[in-house]
């Protein structure tokens, strides 16, 4: 299992224990974090599972996709962490990965 680490709007921390080949976002609907929309189901055209990498672990997850750039830009989301967890596919690599959701899905 790998430890994610979702941090809310008001501070407050859920780990999650997430299952590799999955992606991030299937792993936080399945850990109940309530910020992760994820309306569109994984396909890139919601944008409202964003989360905000933390600057240590952006290295590991990667820069934004080709897919998900559209979405992000019309999100008008100008952090420098962002991306859209339904494209990030879960590996042991990410083990104590730690992510901060967006207050507009808080
Ligand atoms: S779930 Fe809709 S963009 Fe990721």
Redesign the pocket.
Known sequence: MVAVTFIAVDGRETRIEATAGLSL?ENAVAGGIAAIE????????????RVYVVPEWRSVTGNITEIEEP?IEASGDDDPGVR????IVVTPELDGLVVRTPASQG
């Open positions: 976002m994820a309306v569109c189901g994984g396909n890139a055209y919601c944008g409202t599972c979405m859209l967890s339904c494209q």
